[in-house]
């Protein structure tokens, strides 16, 4: 990416998320479930420019970028407003968002970009704000969004909105499926979930963090922490998408030592060991497992980060 030194302008490098827990409780009066997470945030990243321009606009290129809207439902270019409106900001900026965090796949990518059009966007305009001070904007933008500007591991409650920071030290290995095909609606993954439970008969309580997880992730023993992975929605979106099943089954046939379905799916994270056993495993997805695009990460890692700053002295680089 390129920007011109005759406007001033921010890129923002911004992780996707996967849930190592995610317990859904109740459907609330506003249409939100009550949940308790553990979101952690890993090495799979969009890249947001904000430029200085006479209005507002939004363009998305990238591996992912099929099916990302480039028009004023964009959760970006939202941000991007809500903060002018919210500070007294009367200048427009161009976005450009290269795409790399599967869409609708359970990893945030939406919530992503826009927790990186306020970062970028706060920088451009000046503003001295914290991340703290961006929650609050944020959480009106969506559930994930808040977690996205600060990254690393945390339980969030609420609707995932509230914040609390996990004490994790070292980092785990992950692989993760991506589906060849079209992702799944979060509402519907929802819905879904809420009509098996009602079949079962399943009353819901309210509900609250894993305390094994939080154990197991003080000491990042993959084997501990893969044990205690927990997805209430991988039910339902295993229900829309059957082929899912069999994902988990021939990652963990091939020794993963955690699996999940990502948040409401369809990615499919496994957790293993090593960097070494992250290859093996990806070789053998790809080998024996349903079609799909295979990548490997690592986490957790930071939120929202300005990696660079265009002004009309030239570039600054602030991170690799």
Known sequence: MSLAVESR?????VPGKINLELVVGPLREDSYHELATIYHAVGIYDYVTAIEAESWSVEVTGAT??????NGTNLALKAAKMLARRFGVEGAVALSI???IPV???MAGGSADAA????????????????????????KLGSDVPFLLHGGTAIGSGRGERLAPVLARGELHWVLWVSPEAGLSTP????ECDRLREAAGIEVGDPTPSGALVAALRTMHPGEVGAALRNDLQEAA?????????????GTT???QGAIVSGSGPTVVFLVGTQAEAIDLSVGLAARGPAGDIRRATGPVAGAQVIQSVSPTGPQNFTG
Not at 65 to 70: H, I
Not at 116 to 139: F, G, K, N, S
């Open 254 to 256: 091939l020794g993963a």
């Open 98 to 100: 290269d795409k790399n």
């Open 188 to 191: 519907q993954v929802y819905a």
């Open 238 to 250: 295993i229900s829309l998408r059957p082929v899912l099943s069999e994902v988990l089954e021939a």
């Open 65 to 70: 970028a099929e099916g990302v809207p480039a």
């Open 116 to 139: 990186a059009a306020l970062v970028a966007c706060e920088a451009l305009w000046e503003l001295q704000l914290t991340r703290d001070e961006l929650e609050p904007i944020a959480a």
């Open 104 to 106: 609708a796949g359970g």
């Open 9 to 13: 302008g921010v890129t923002v490098r």
